[in-house]
């Protein structure tokens, strides 16, 4: 394939993939704690890292690391202290991310506005060597986490007080969602962009919770997705050249459109194998009965 021909085609390909991955199964959890959006916040925040390692000419991605993660940290603080005023204030702390970001990258010698369109919305042919090694590093974080902590991670998602009363460290646990989320963020912004990774995390887990019924489905079935629209975008991009995190995002949008026409027909479908089977349960009781006593429970 011409495709796998040019270098910085293979890295492109190999940090979709890992993107692809990485993006959803930190997804999964913060849709599960309706908490769709925070990638998009912490997007915002990320920005301000990306300008200040243009002014100090440190690495953008770690810097970008390091901001994300201090943001998230803040997010969390604001969720468990704010109360009333915690949407104000969380409202101030992204859009100040992105102003920040804009002025440090206008401040910086390096820094231009072509500069921050890459970081903005990606730019995925663009990614170095330097860059792929730190998306290695950050990536296996990710998954360690993710994958690792799963059940941990689900029980407190899905139902706070019951994870609380299980013994599990709820807060120390949701501020590791929050890291986790950032540095996910930082991990996609090549490949889709800082105002785009929210929607990579999220639509793949919209688009399996249509045809999926449980955890373990739904995770790898946005997996799945995840790892389809990214090299498919990817690719896409190359041969029509157009913009790939655009790209990507709309496939995935695409697909979400698919799976949640599939949806109503699969639902039927399963009811019909259900009535046919006759799910039922017989309840016998205690012996010492005859069998004209047990009773039967219609499903």
């Known amino acids: 394939m011409e495709i796998l021909n040019y270098a910085f085609m293979q890295r492109a390909l190999i940090a979709a993939l890992i993107v ?94 072509a500069n921050l369109g890459t970081y903005l919305f990606g730019s995925i042919t663009t990614v170095s060597p330097e860059d792929m090694t730190t998306i290695y590093v950050l990536a296996a974080l990710v998954l360690a986490i993710t994958i690792g902590l799963r059940r941990q991670l689900f029980a407190v998602c899905q139902d706070e007080g019951f994870a609380r009363v299980t013994g599990l460290p709820v807060r120390l646990l949701n501020l590791l969602v929050a890291v986790t989320a950032a540095v996910t963020v930082t991990v996609a912004m090549r490949v889709v962009g800082l105002l785009l990774v929210s929607a990579l995390m999220v639509i793949p887990v919209a688009a399996a919770q249509q045809i999926s019924r449980s955890f373990a489905a739904t995770f790898t079935v946005a997996v799945a997705i995840g790892i389809a629209v990214t090299l498919t975008g ?9 913009p790939s995190g655009a790209t990507i995002v709309l496939f995935a949008i695409g697909l979400f459109v698919a799976f949640t026409a599939l949806a109503a027909p699969l639902a039927k479908r399963r009811a019909r194998i259900a009535a046919r089977q006759g799910q039922g349960c017989t309840l016998e009781v205690p012996g010492g009965r005859t069998a004209t006593d047990d009773v039967s429970v219609a499903g």
């Open 234 to 242: 990817t690719a896409t991009s190359y041969y029509v050249d157009v």
């Open 20 to 113: 692809g991955i990485t993006a959803p199964a930190i997804g999964i959890y913060l849709v599960q704690r309706r908490q769709a959006l925070m990638g998009d916040g912490i997007g915002h925040i990320a920005l301000t890292g990306v300008g200040l390692g243009f002014l100090l000419n440190q690495s953008p991605v770690w810097a970008a690391t390091a901001v994300a993660i201090a943001g998230s940290v803040i997010m969390e603080l604001i969720r468990w202290y704010g109360k009333t005023r915690g949407d104000l204030a969380l409202a101030m702390l992204f859009y100040g991310g992105m102003a920040g970001g804009v002025m440090l990258m206008n401040l910086s010698d390096a820094g231009s506005n």
